[in-house]
């Protein structure tokens, strides 16, 4: 931990030299003592975390001093020290900018040092603070996102495109393709990353509850609200709401967001004051809201307020290599948080990988690899050491009501999807004429 640096700055040389020596009990404190305005002001660039200022001195009054110091330095804590109480003062400096006021008296000394420990653990808190917002900024940059296929290329495009404006997002995609990670990317790489984001999963929060978890409420607007409760949408002001699983809000509460968004402001439930609202949206479904509009369980108007920049997440299925490449990064991942040596995959384990369809996509992988992680003996991820636990997709293919030409176009469509529409390796991997597919790509069979 660095030194806490104060400056002292009194006219009265032996006053000041009991409060240095004061101050210095504590061995973190690094103590600096001025008798004038001057010396002060031309030695802030060795950056004192407080100044303790003498409210007369013979070349500035305490008030210039404040002004110059928080000129180049806002946010500078100073302590004017008087000799003289005078409310007014008090109240004048304090409305300027001065951290606290003191009295010179018998208590001086321990009230500065109070003080000082006070902004130390201030201090403190920022740094911290400040770590732990490096380090979400590192966890949910863009290379976080694992993956070089063409489809994930476009969905960095576009969320390239999401930091450029404030525009709504909606992401679309199955269960567990990562949308919550890339609404935490988008957040976390935009000009609103000092600010909050709050994550709600609109499917997790009963119908009758999801108002006053959004809205929040006042004190009495209900049975059992015994305090006021500040919403979501409130705590994400001036920076980002995620709203998982739009598509699960109830038909009656879409019409309360949709004026919320509209008038970007809000009344918590019982209240009469209105909360301005500055707050970017993004959503996330698995549903194809479209559909929902035309099946009336979607409102139109809110369906076209929150289409905005669109984002769709591909299927793991259909990412190709980008399988082994999540796959290789969540083996390692693992291992090193919980002291393990690193595991390769083996050739034969990619392959038994690659022809998995994971339903439950990168989730499901990543719990795969780490429990093949735990399972093998070696520093070799073998295929007996890979699981998968999911109902038997197969059979649940076989069971659809289709034809085998059906079948024939449905298997070519995954696995050209699967390698990036690469018809030569399709055909290879089928063991079918290219010919074939080129053909069928003509005749729109595909």
Request: proline share 3%.
């Amino acid at each position: 931990m660095s030194p806490f640096k104060i400056f002292i700055v009194e006219d009265d040389r032996f006053y000041g030299e009991l409060l240095k020596r004061h101050m210095q009990l504590n061995p973190e404190n690094e103590v600096y003592l001025f008798q004038n305005g001057k010396d002060c002001l031309n030695n802030l660039y060795l950056m004192p975390d407080m100044i303790s200022l003498d409210y007369r001195l013979p070349d500035f009054s305490g008030d210039s001093i404040l002004k110059k110091v928080h000129a180049d330095y806002p946010e500078l804590p100073v302590v004017i020290v008087s000799g003289q109480e005078d409310v007014k003062t008090a109240v004048y400096l304090l409305k300027e900018g001065a951290y606290d006021y003191f009295v010179k008296d018998q208590d001086t000394q321990d009230r500065l040092w109070n003080t000082a420990n006070k902004i130390r653990e201030n201090r403190q808190l920022k740094q911290e603070i400040n770590v732990l917002k490096e380090e979400v900024g590192k966890k949910y940059n863009f290379s976080n996102i694992k993956g070089n296929s063409a489809s994930i290329k476009s969905v960095f495009a576009m969320m390239d495109k999401a930091l450029k404006a404030r525009i709504t997002v909606s992401i679309t995609g199955e269960t567990g393709t990562g949308k919550e990670l890339v609404a935490k990317a988008i957040h976390y790489n935009s000009t609103r990353a000092n600010e909050p984001f709050v994550a709600v999963n609109v499917a997790a929060i009963p119908s009758e509850l999801i108002e006053s978890e959004l809205f929040g409420y006042e004190k009495g607007a209900f049975t059992g609200a015994n305090a006021r409760k500040i919403g979501k949408f409130e705590q994400a002001n001036h920076g980002t709401i995620f709203l998982d699983e739009i598509g699960e809000m109830d038909i009656n509460m879409q019409s309360k967001l949709l004026r919320v968004l509209q008038e970007n402001e809000l009344t918590r439930l019982g209240g009469n004051a209105l909360i301005k609202l500055n707050v970017r949206l993004i959503v996330s479904t698995h549903k194809n809201l479209a559909e929902e509009v035309k099946k009336g369980t979607f409102r139109e108007d809110l369906y076209y307020r929150l289409l905005g920049l669109p984002i769709e997440l591909p299927p793991l299925r259909m990412r190709g290599n980008d399988i082994i490449v999540l796959a290789k990064y969540f083996a390692d991942d693992f291992c090193q948080e919980n002291d393990l040596e690193t595991k390769t995959i083996t050739l034969d384990a990619q392959e038994k990988l690659m022809k998995y369809g994971y339903p439950g996509n990168v989730r499901e992988l990543k719990a795969v690899i780490e429990l093949a992680a735990v399972l093998t003996d070696g520093n070799e991820i073998n295929p007996e050491n890979i699981n998968f636990n999911a109902t038997n997709t197969v059979s649940d293919f076989l069971n659809e009501d289709c034809t085998l030409e059906e079948y024939n176009h449905r298997i070519i469509r995954f696995f050209l999807e699967k390698n990036d529409n690469n018809v030569l390796l399709t055909a290879k991997k089928l063991n079918i004429g290219k010919s074939t597919i080129y053909r069928m790509l003509k005749n729109h069979e595909l």
